[in-house]
């Protein structure tokens, strides 16, 4: 029989930290389910035995255990905290969205949509953008209560 790939090893501060966790009721199940296989496992028990203790898939408890040896305690979460996005409007950008939201709509429109105001930043000479969403719109004009009226 081999040895474990993804042993988990809890100080005693982090046992601390995972009982708290589970004690307080106030997160995500999937969370706390995560944090009892790290309990479970860092007490010796297989994969097998946690699954049927917590009431989950064996691959659950494999892919927590992996998950805690790879990035620690952050594990518990799901989501991986690193993630980072490029800023697609700067405030330049953002002035003449606002200039453009609060101007007449193009001929043959009562308003301005959404598309169309990411259509016309598009074109603008003064800002360089290959493309920009109706979303990315939408959310800085939502920062900007002069711009109700859309």
């Known amino acids: 029989m081999s040895a474990k790939k993804h042993v988990v090893e809890l100080s005693d ?23 009892r296989i790290l309990l479970k496992a860092d007490d010796g028990l297989t994969d097998s035995e946690i699954s049927k203790h917590v009431g989950c898939h064996w691959k659950t ?7 805690y040896a ?3 305690l952050a594990a518990i979460h799901r989501r ?15 002035a003449h969205l606002i200039r453009l939201a609060c101007s007449e709509p193009p001929e043959g429109h009562a308003r301005w949509t959404l598309h169309l105001l990411a259509d016309e930043l598009v074109t603008l000479d003064e800002i360089d953008f290959e493309s920009i969403s109706h979303e990315t719109v939408r959310q800085r004009l939502k920062k900007h209560p002069e711009t109700a009226s859309l």
Request: charged letters at 50%.
């Open 13 to 35: 501060e982090d046992r601390k930290t995972l009982d708290w966790f589970i004690s307080t009721g106030e997160r995500k199940a999937e969370d706390n389910t995560r944090a």
């Open 61 to 67: 408890v494999y892919n927590a255990r992996k998950a």
């Open 70 to 72: 790879e990035r620690g």
């Open 80 to 94: 991986k905290p690193d993630r980072e996005y490029d800023v697609k409007m700067d405030g330049k950008a953002e």
